[in-house]
Nanobody, 125 residues
């Protein structure tokens, strides 16, 4: 069974940088896309960015250049780096995965059926 575990969240200040980690396990021989989301209570979940099996990345327009997705295959880990944190970045951040049969294409925005439990980020002024 696929398992995803996020870490790295916490209380930070405006202007700080933060790196979140998503450690994956249980991937089969299938190829998977990994996508980062965030959610504020009472609001819809927001997709941020994704990385496909070939390493191709996709960034939502909403990240405004402050977010970077990366991976370390040896550690089975996908990272989310956020620069110049703002109060509106406060949210619970999730990583999610889905099987992809088009591994050379950018990842789909929907259909993610494997989820981590999330790591909360609070940006204080």
């Amino acid at each position: 069974q696929v398992q995803l575990v996020e870490s790295g969240g916490g209380l930070v200040q405006v202007g700080d940088s933060l790196r979140l980690a998503c450690v994956a396990s249980g991937f089969t021989s299938n190829k998977y896309c990994v996508r980062w989301f965030r959610q504020v209570p009472g609001k819809e979940r927001e997709g941020l960015m994704s990385i496909n099996p070939a390493g191709t990345t996709y960034y939502s327009d909403s990240v405004e250049g402050r977010f970077t997705i990366s991976r370390d295959n040896a550690k089975n880990t996908v990272y989310l780096t956020i620069n110049n944190l703002r109060p509106e970045d406060t949210a619970v951040y999730y990583c999610a995965a889905r099987v992809t049969y088009a591994f050379r294409q950018t990842c789909a925005s929907s259909g993610y059926n494997y989820w981590g439990q999330g790591t909360p980020v609070t940006v204080s002024s």
